[in-house]
């Protein structure tokens, strides 16, 4: 943290004066939710940016900008959502379907997830100043779900602003952007324009600012959290537990379980298009030893190969034979048999994220053992974000998801993500989990997805963990989530 920040920080008690202070892993790269997936950009946005759809707590679709639930034609193929009046951008112009064409239409060009879909989408329409009607080629289970996520977000602009860049963001969130100190914070404060959804829960505006503080180090925020600096800190390291249960100023957030950390695949360029390469890699790497390394005590972490844990729908056991090998004499022989010659296994991670460089360094060692040379590229965040969009950088970089209520919100299966996964099989079963309606048809299909990522070792799954927030003793109103908001936060004294 930088002198300044630390003077913002102390400047007032924060809940006493309506502020909330909350300590984030780092800096958002752009306010622009639309062309990002990164959690950090989600979780300050969310609050000043909306979607025609949200997700209740119990992770149901539920209208924001929407007024209702669209009606959706027999043959899945037309979506016709009626939109709200009378909701006021923070520009204070009004938003009519001509706001929502216009960010539609560049949602599915510039979007990572909107571009996913794009060869889906037969048109999109306003067909009345508070309707828009969206027709697709072939049916595509999934979409409502797309609409409601917030990283790689359908959010709404005003028409004027859109472009393939978008310099100042407006939206029609509870806050507005008041003030932005790139690596020091960014200051948002109530928008007295709002007017509240209708069937998503209220978003009271309890607070009258919020602050966001990029705090790379962990330590620090875990430090700045049980000072009172801190109301909400995220992305704790598991070993604080102890000390933040003990705390009289704080009190631990365990996510359980709150997602999945991955090793992604370079399928574009590199050692890592070569299949049997790709299985070495999946073969030697010591799954147990990774998490405990990572996370410490087995209360935060499960050694899984599922791509759901047990209790989600999603959840089976089609292909996990092939997870957690930690086969280095197999490895070798794979590597022996396409004539590895050597060249480095480039791994491209941060300590912003503690746990992926010690699952780094773990993975490392055992790569090693098999034969492989391995080159960590250990960067921060910001700069990792940056070189994983360039496949000549890195052959595999380490990141992690919360387990997500619809698969398909997952970029990494589709061949359109920055990983480029192409291959047809998958690209078919895909194509058959997403078009079909029914939730037990999908099920099954979705076990023939799982068993080919494992298979072809499309992506890396690691295992289960639990995520670690904190949050000042006796705030309330903060539901946990991997993307917390903080307009009903209030102090319970």
């Not at 999946?282 to 990774?290: I, N, R, S, V």
Request: a negative charge.
């Amino acid at each position: 943290m930088t002198a300044a920040t630390i003077a913002l920080v102390a400047a007032s008690p924060a809940i006493a004066e309506g502020t909330i202070d909350v300590a984030i892993i780092g800096e958002p790269d752009t306010f622009d939710p639309m062309i990002s997936t990164k959690d950090v950009v989600s979780i300050v946005t969310q609050h000043f940016v909306e979607t025609l759809y949200t997700f209740d707590e119990s992770w149901s679709v539920v209208p924001l900008l929407a007024a209702a639930m669209p009606q959706i034609s027999d043959d899945g193929l037309t979506y016709v959502i009626p939109l709200r009046e009378g909701v006021t951008f923070h520009d204070g112009s009004s938003m009519d379907s001509a706001d929502v064409l216009a960010s539609m239409t560049r949602w599915v060009e510039v979007a990572s997830r909107g571009k996913a879909i794009a060869d889906k989408v037969e048109s999109i329409e306003a067909t009345g100043d508070y309707e828009i009607t969206i027709s697709l080629n072939a049916p595509y289970a999934p979409l409502m779900s797309l609409l409601a996520f917030s990283n790689s977000a359908a959010v709404v602009y005003p028409e004027e602003i859109i472009g393939d860049e978008i310099a100042e963001v407006v939206g029609t969130g509870p806050y507005k952007l008041e003030a932005h100190e790139p690596d020091q914070y960014t200051q948002l404060v109530r928008f007295d324009g709002y007017t509240q959804p209708t069937g998503a829960a209220e978003r009271t505006q309890t607070p009258d600012e919020i602050r966001f503080v990029p705090v790379p180090d962990p330590n620090t925020r875990v430090e700045g959290l049980l000072s009172g600096q801190f109301d909400y800190a995220d992305g704790l390291q598991t070993e604080a537990y102890d000390r933040i249960e003990a705390s009289d100023a704080a009190e631990p957030v365990l996510l359980e379980p709150f997602g999945w950390p991955v090793f992604a695949v370079n399928h574009k360029k590199g050692k890592m298009t070569e299949l049997k390469f790709r299985q070495a890699v999946q073969a030697a790497l010591p799954f147990d030893d990774m998490l405990f390394a990572a996370f410490g005590d087995e209360k935060f972490f499960q050694t899984d190969g599922a791509m759901y844990p047990e209790g989600w729908a999603w959840n089976t056991e089609a292909g996990t034979e092939l997870y957690n090998q930690n086969d280095q004499a197999k490895a070798s022989a794979l590597l022996d048999e396409i004539g590895y010659d050597g060249d480095p296994l480039r791994i491209l991670t941060s300590r912003q994220y503690e746990f992926h460089y010690q699952m780094a360094e773990v993975a490392r060692m055992a790569l090693e053992a098999a034969g492989f040379t391995v080159e960590m590229d250990v960067v921060d965040w910001a700069t990792l974000a940056q070189n994983r969009d360039n496949p000549d950088l890195w052959d595999i970089y380490i990141t992690h998801s919360p387990f997500l209520p619809e698969p398909a919100l997952t970029s990494s299966y589709f061949s359109t993500a920055r990983e480029g996964w192409d291959n047809p099989e998958k690209n078919e079963i895909l194509d058959r989990f997403t078009s079909v309606a029914d939730p037990e048809a999908r099920k099954e299909v979705f076990a023939e997805l799982q068993e080919i990522v494992l298979k072809d070792v499309g992506l890396i799954k690691v295992g289960n963990f639990n995520a670690l927030q904190g949050k000042a003793a006796g705030l309330e109103g903060v539901v946990p989530s991997p993307w917390p908001a903080f307009w009903n936060a209030a102090s319970a004294e």
